[in-house]
């Protein structure tokens, strides 16, 4: 069974400063993917990781994939308030039998 | 564009009955993922359609159930509904699947199951 941890599971940040979330995953896999969810609403797709050594970035936000390690982070550069918000990785089994496995979230609070 | 809609947007049923949720994707989208989140055991995928196919399905009993029309509008069914179905169940919409392609999700449809 594929197991995929998030950590912190919560982070409270100053503007201004920068964090990685980090996300680990059990097994083999090559594609994984974050989510945005702001309080009360639905999500929002961040980055698609295709492949080893992928790396993709939006804004203050850049995310990677070590496959090797099977570890993704997601680093926040220079927090502002609007980033406050839970964010999930989900790792992607391919062959398994639940084909997409989402960690708990890390629930960012950025503080002024 | 519009986004993705669902409908309804708030449910209210009892135990052992059955519900039917439906999802428009964004025109031109040809794949509709649904997923449920829960306070215990968080976000859970539940099945992807592509061209009225089910492609690819998550680890759900088969009271969860689900199809896709022609024009790529999605629906899930779950008959004999539990307490434990309780749930915001989430649709998104891509051109080519979730594993390509940027998913965009709908406002999500809040069951509550008494």
């Known amino acids: 069974e594929l197991k995929v941890e998030q950590n912190p599971l919560f982070l409270s940040m100053q503007e201004g400063k920068n964090y990685t979330i980090y996300c680990n995953y059990s097994?083999?896999?090559?594609?994984l993917y974050w989510y945005r969810q702001d309080p009360g609403k639905s999500l929002e797709s961040l980055f698609v990781?295709?492949?080893?050594?992928a790396v993709k970035q939006e804004g203050r936000l850049m995310a990677s994939l070590d496959t090797k390690a099977r570890l993704s982070t997601l680093h926040i550069t220079a927090a502002v308030h609007d980033l406050s918000a839970t964010y999930f990785c989900?790792?992607?089994?391919?062959?398994?039998?639940?084909?997409?496995?989402f960690g708990k979230g890390t629930k960012l609070t950025v503080n002024p | 564009k519009a986004g993705v809609t669902q409908t309804p947007r708030y449910l209210i049923k009892t135990r052992g009955q059955q519900v039917t949720l439906s999802c428009s994707p964004i025109?031109?989208?040809?794949?509709v993922s649904w997923y449920q989140q829960t306070p215990g055991q968080g976000l859970q995928f539940l099945f992807e359609?592509?061209?009225?196919?089910?492609?690819n399905k998550g680890n759900f009993p088969g009271r969860f159930s689900g199809r896709q029309f022609s024009n790529s509008r999605s629906e899930m069914n779950v008959s004999t509904l539990e307490l434990g179905d309780s749930a915001l169940y989430l649709c998104?919409?891509?051109?080519?699947?979730?594993?390509?392609?940027?998913?965009?999700f709908g406002p999500g449809t809040r069951l509550t199951v008494l």
């Open positions: 998104a919409s891509s051109p080519r699947g979730f594993r390509v392609d940027t998913q965009y």
């Open positions: 097994t083999t896999s090559d594609r």
């Open positions: 990781l295709l492949s080893n050594g």
């Open positions: 989900a790792v992607d089994t391919q062959g398994g039998s639940e084909k997409l496995v």
């Open positions: 025109s031109g989208h040809r794949s």
């Open positions: 359609y592509f061209s009225e196919t089910q492609r």
